[in-house]
RNA sequence: GUGCCUGUAGCUCAGUUGGAUAGAGCGUCAGCCUCCGGAGCUGAAGGUCGGGCGUUCGAGUCGCCCCAGGCACGCCA
């Protein structure tokens, strides 16, 4: 589709010209031209606007300048074009020919698992940094989706020629880890039988951290009460982010998402670099001192509040970390950076940006999305709420276990990709949990890889019959003549545009959403038409390629998302 | 109070740089299996695109003002 864009696009650009020189168009230059793939066969394949545009600058009416232009088209230079015509109030509509279905066909069948993909970000490193939840817990729903949009994400900056990565950043210093280790030592000093001991304010409730610290007291016994308090909740902190990273880990694992770097807060720390960036801030005279503490001037940057960065302490806050760990990113040579960030942190973005700001690194080289909430529901619409410390949320893992009780662990794992792709990412999710393991229709997921089955379906049955796949150029493509036929491989030359602009936009969703329209072309297809045809021969070929096509395209498809195309179902 | 996000069919949501008659799934109702997998297909009903004003040939899309909902506003990360 981006091909035969780019040709009718040099082809109207001439017509236009000579319409110009010709005098029979009275404007300076050739403008822009807008194409959008029509709504409708009735409009033809592509249509434009462009003699819309041109009317107030011309003075002449809309229809009168689509004529102009199509007299000057010399359809015999190009052969993908069939037919223009002038619709409506001025629209020229492009019919494609034959010769084009045939060319996307061969160009998908010989290009196979490498269709879809681009250059455009060839020479380009990229890093997209998600997830990232403190190490105190077990990853949450909102974790999950940022994980499946993030991995997505890379996937399509890959394909379409970007060298890009994940990495997340291990908070494993400051505050929160401190009552992390706190909050261990009393759940280890209650295993030992001390009583009246209460997790201490802003600390962690959960009951996986009393089972941690009884593992711990049943291993280790009473053999750290003989460390001071300071020793132990430091010993328990660093115990317990090893332990809890280490979960985090084999969740993502099981959700397919393998990142490339692990960065640690507290090595960010220890190396030096947030000391020299405060004193870069000192020098650049970004800083102030007020009621003990060192603040940022944010107010200068357009923000309406100044920050503190140093705190009365003396300790950092932990923009400093996070500022130094961003020009990490920079010093490793990154083209641009990705952060994606939970709901809970959209008032950080702005600080964030203009920290990046006064590190003197570009506007656009930092870009920040935010991954909103997820709620789960029933089909009756209840929700089921999820509470970050209440000691019982609803974790990732129990989300996988529940779908996996009902559909297996590897369609689990498809479904609850799937339903955190299909929304875009600053939209609320409501994530329906019945839906989600319906085997039937209604689920979207299985909607596309039951399209994808069937295919395979066809290829195992002609086998059966000793029909194989020929080469497409000795089959006489030109047998594809029904309506759905067309339709099927025009939706079929989109899949490019659509997976540059999804990588582009950071707009994931868009994926899910192509697959599933594709799947309803083929499925009416598969049940008007017979592929397989022993009365029929050359045209059972010729429709051979095609479910070759359609496969190969909803297999890449589901390969970006990182959810399986089975065979069978 | 300030900032960000959202508001499209009964429900959940798509809608690429402004383009022709605003789409899909679920739900509801009515149909289709001697035939490559019925996890499928066909059809119907369902809309003041939150409201108003503006920009222009043309607005769900852009601008301004309201209304409603969500979230964030710590010397936590």
Known sequence: MDEIKLEIYDILKG???????????????????????????????IATP????????????????????????????????????????????????????????KTIVDAQDAYGSGEIGIGKRVQIEFVSANPTGPLNIVSG??????????????????????????????????????????????ALGEKNLEIPEGGYQGEYLQEFAQTIAAEEGDAY???????????????????????????????????????SEKAIRDSGKPDEIIEMFREKDYLYEAEGATWFRM?????????????????????????????????????????????????????????????????????????????????DGNRRDMSKRQGQFLTLDSLIDELADAVGERFAVDVARYFFLMRANNSHLDFNLELAVTQANENPVFYIQYAHARCCSIFQQGKEQQIELKPSTEVSLALLTEAH??????????????????????????????????????????????????????????RLILIQSVQTVLANGLRLLGISAPESM
Not at 353 to 374: C, P, R, S, Y
């Open 299 to 379: 107010t200068d940057f357009g923000d309406d509040k100044d920050c503190v960065v140093i705190r009365t302490n003396g300790e950092y806050t932990y923009f400093v970390p996070d500022a130094a760990y961003h020009h990490d990113k920079f010093d490793r040579g990154f083209d641009k950076v990705i952060d994606l960030l939970g709901p809970d942190h959209q008032g950080h973005v702005t600080r964030l940006k203009n920290f990046v700001k006064a590190l003197g690194l570009a506007d656009d080289w930092l870009e920040v999305d935010i991954i909103q909430q997820v709620n789960l529901v029933d089909s």
């Open 145 to 190: 989706r940022a994980a499946a949009v993030g991995d997505t994400l890379v996937n399509l900056l890959n394909a379409v020629g970007y060298e890009a990565i994940r990495e997340y950043y291990v908070n494993d210093a400051g505050g929160q880890v401190e009552r992390l280790g706190e909050s261990i030592d009393v759940r280890y000093r209650q």
């Open 225 to 263: 009460l003989k460390l001071s308090q300071e020793e132990r909740v430091e010993l328990f902190r660093d115990k317990g982010v090893e332990h809890l990273l280490g979960q985090q880990k084999v969740s993502l694992e099981r959700f397919r998402v393998n990142f490339d770097v692990w960065t």
């Open 15 to 45: 017509a236009i010209r000579a319409a110009i020189e010709s005098g029979e168009l009275p404007i300076s230059d050739v403008p822009e031209i807008p194409f959008s793939p029509t709504k409708t066969p009735e409009h033809g394949d």
């Open 50 to 105: 462009v003699a819309l545009g041109l009317a107030k600058s011309a003075k002449m009416a809309p229809r009168a300048i689509a004529e102009i232009i199509v007299k000057h088209v010399d359809c015999d230079k190009c052969p993908h074009i069939r037919d223009l015509e002038i619709a409506g109030p001025g629209f020229i509509n492009v019919y494609l020919s034959n010769e084009w279905l045939d060319d996307t066909l």
């Open 485 to 542: 036929e067309h339709e099927l491989i025009r939706k079929l030359a989109e899949f490019p545009a659509i997976v540059l602009s999804s990588a582009e936009e950071r707009e994931a969703h868009r994926i899910p959403h192509y697959l599933h329209e594709l799947a309803g072309i083929f499925h009416p297809y598969y049940n008007q038409h017979r592929v397989l045809d022993a009365s029929n021969m050359e045209r059972t070929y010729a």
